[in-house]
């Protein structure tokens, strides 16, 4: 079945550092959805890509989504503590399915 | 704050208990999902309702019972579960769109659920 595998699985970092997370698909994705899941949370919508090779930015957050589709990333640019979870892309398709996650730890 | 409300919060039941987890949203979304995350692993889909219907079923055993009485309730029902089915058990919902394209999933904060 479809598979949507993150690396890295975990990155500590010190604060002011940048971080990115990669997502690779077995499949073409229509489209890719992204989430924050911080310790003891509960997953948080921060944004969907629909267009082959799209960028978009929210602060100090940019995503990319491949132009073959297949691949993305989220890329934060000088971390902050408030940075800290995990984050996961997610497949829309046929029910949402989630990465594997990318827990970021950053240092102060 | 969430607009996805769970209940309980936590919840500890032996082997031969029944008991039932509670979702609620007034957001107008007509698909409500149940999803089971282990510790340290992604969001694990169980059950979809579309529409007050259910939609996907994966493969979940019978002992997790998933009811939608309204567009606004969603209800897991447990019965004779094993330790292994211990989580976090999180609801969700959205709004259905056609197609593959998805609206993006508002969660509840979960029920924390321990089967001893």
């Known amino acids: 079945g479809q598979q949507v595998m993150q690396i890295p699985q975990y990155q500590h970092v010190q604060e002011g550092e940048d971080f990115t997370t990669y997502c690779n698909s077995s499949?073409?994705?229509?489209?890719i959805q992204w989430y924050k899941q911080r310790p003891g949370g509960h997953p948080v919508f921060l944004i969907q890509?629909?267009?082959?090779?799209e960028v978009k930015k929210q602060k100090r957050l940019t995503f990319q989504f491949g132009e073959a589709k297949k691949n993305s990333s989220l890329h934060i640019t000088a971390t902050q503590t408030t940075d800290v979870g995990t984050y996961f892309c997610?497949?829309?398709?046929?029910?949402?399915?989630f990465g594997s996650g990318t827990r970021l730890q950053v240092q102060p | 704050d969430t607009e996805v409300t769970q209940t309980p919060k936590h919840l500890v039941m032996g082997m031969t208990n029944k008991k039932s987890l509670k979702c609620e949203q007034h957001?107008?979304?007509?698909?409500m999902y149940w999803y089971k995350q282990k510790a340290k692993k992604p969001p694990e889909l169980m059950f979809v309702?579309?529409?007050?219907?259910?939609?996907i079923n994966e493969s979940v055993p019978s002992r997790f019972s998933p009811e939608c009485p309204n567009s606004s309730l969603l209800n897991l029902h447990l019965h004779a579960l094993q330790p292994e089915d211990s989580a976090l058990y999180l609801c969700?919902?959205?709004?259905?769109?056609?197609?593959?394209?998805?609206?993006?999933?508002?969660f509840g904060n979960g029920t924390r659920l321990t089967v001893t």
């Open positions: 890509l629909v267009k082959s090779g």
């Open positions: 499949t073409t994705l229509s489209n």
């Open positions: 957001m107008g979304h007509r698909a």
């Open positions: 997610a497949d829309p398709g046929r029910a949402l399915t």
């Open positions: 969700a919902s959205s709004q259905p769109l056609p197609g593959p394209s998805r609206s993006p999933l508002h």
């Open positions: 309702y579309s529409y007050e219907k259910l939609s």
